[in-house]
């Protein structure tokens, strides 16, 4: 769906602390959750490389869960920094959405 | 964060279970591509991988490169999106590596020309620092045991008493630095040759006198002498073959002519020819 890699990776951080911001998720859940959404074509390490940026500039925390099937989980989930950068995000993004559509509408 | 790796006892008492071989081989093999990452977030890095990994349901090493491409493709991918900054030493042409050392020669001479004793040492540092970083990046490509090129990078630096000193940087396979020599292989594996820094003393602050630096291996690297106005001739012999990234088109037997632009006015240098045997590498 969203083919454009340049335009992809501009809006990527937003993407993934959106399929955040209504709980924790591991990585092969947000994963799948991006391709659902349309970013069907995103390797795992862009992924996993976004959510270790992300933790590092203090917008996500981690923690390990438990599992039986193999190795501790890795969960992610925003921080109250990441919340807040999460709303400002899409706030430009909206704006930006609104120029284009209205460049759009232009004779 | 606390940290739980893979075998260790989970809170609770869950068993962590192993992952197949080969994931562990792929997660292995991104994190020795990570070089430079601290060394925990380089181990974080393994485990996460392999925490991946089973989650996506993959069994095995071949299942990992299908579905994920190889993991220097993995690890290169995972560098560029978490934004961490690419390791290692420049591979610039030999030939630029080399200007560099000019530009140290120069800089040896722009003192000679302008020096004043007092102040020698403080210029003479002044002028170093000025020169490009550190000059890591020299690059002179050695055959290994199965006539492989590597590449072992040189770095010149000043310790600031009118020593020069040329480490070789760590670019052998398995290399570790230990007693700040880089020794190559293990009692298994020996190595080809055993690099070792080498220390330059200049004798005299009117000249930059490269002498009797020994290769571990028997073979020796000629000294030179550089001085205002003199054409430089420098050559590295002895059964070890030196292989140089040499220009387009040249030969086995051809010999790399390199002239520099010197300003005159600054009497720098007036010219200067550094000629390396070539050598067959293959």
Partial sequence: MVQDSQLRKGVLDLAVMLVLQHGEGYGYELNRALAEAGFDDLGDATIYGTLRRLEQSGWLQSRLVPSTDGPARKYYALTTAGRRRLTEGMTQWNELVSVMRSLEGLP | ?282
């Fill in chain 2, 1 to 282: 964060m606390e940290r739980i790796g893979v075998g260790d006892a989970l809170p609770g008492g869950v068993a962590v279970n192993m992952p197949p071989s080969g994931v562990s081989s792929y997660a292995s093999q991104v994190g020795a591509r990570l070089k430079g990452l601290p060394s925990d977030e380089r181990r974080e890095v393994v485990d996460d991988v392999q925490q991946r990994l089973v989650d996506m349901g993959i069994t095995s090493w071949d299942e990992a490169v299908a579905r994920l491409g190889a993991p220097v493709a993995y690890a290169d991918e995972l560098r560029e999106a978490a934004g961490w900054p690419r390791p290692g030493i420049p591979k610039w042409p030999f030939v630029v590596a080399i200007a560099m050392v000019l530009g140290v020669v120069g800089g040896v001479l722009v003192q000679k020309a302008t020096a004043v004793p007092k102040d020698y040492p403080l210029r003479f540092v002044s002028s170093m620092v000025a020169l490009p970083a550190s000059l890591a990046g020299s690059v002179v490509v050695m055959p290994d045991r199965t006539g492989e090129p590597v590449v072992i990078g040189f770095e010149l630096k000043n310790d600031g008493d009118r020593t020069v000193r040329l480490d070789l940087l760590q670019r052998f396979p398995g290399a570790s630095m230990q007693d700040g020599s880089v020794v190559v292989g293990s009692e298994s594996d020996p190595p080809l040759w055993e690099p070792e820094a080498r220390v330059f003393r200049m004798t005299d602050p009117s000249k930059l006198t490269f002498t009797d630096f020994d290769d571990p291996s028997g073979a020796d690297l000629a000294g030179f002498t550089i001085e205002p106005g003199e054409t430089v001739v420098l050559q590295l012999r002895g059964p070890i073959r030196y292989c140089i990234d040499a220009p387009d088109g040249a030969a086995v037997g051809d010999r790399v002519r390199l002239n520099t632009t010197i300003d005159d006015e600054q009497r720098v240098i007036t010219g200067a020819e550094l000629t390396f045997p070539l050598d067959d590498c293959s």
